[in-house]
């Protein structure tokens, strides 16, 4: 698989994630913890998948998320 330095990203790390929200890193936590956001573990890392933050987004847009 060739790599290509354009490709747009899958999976973003908390801070960017809470950056995008406008959040502290530790509310990103908390919206993991409570099921709100999806994340995955990558080794000792814990990504989330930007279409899981895109339906976040949505839900709140929506009124869904708390």
């Known amino acids: 698989m060739a790599s290509d330095s354009t490709a747009t990203p899958r999976f ?4 960017t994630a809470a950056t995008i929200l406008g959040i502290c ?15 995955v573990k990558l080794g000792a890392r814990r990504l989330i998948p930007v279409d899981a933050l895109d339906v976040f987004i949505d839900q709140l847009r929506s009124g869904g998320a708390s």
Not at 12 to 15: P, V, Y
């Open 25 to 39: 890193r530790s509310n990103v936590h908390k919206l993991i913890q409570t099921g709100e956001l999806e994340s």
């Open 12 to 15: 973003i790390d908390l801070k």
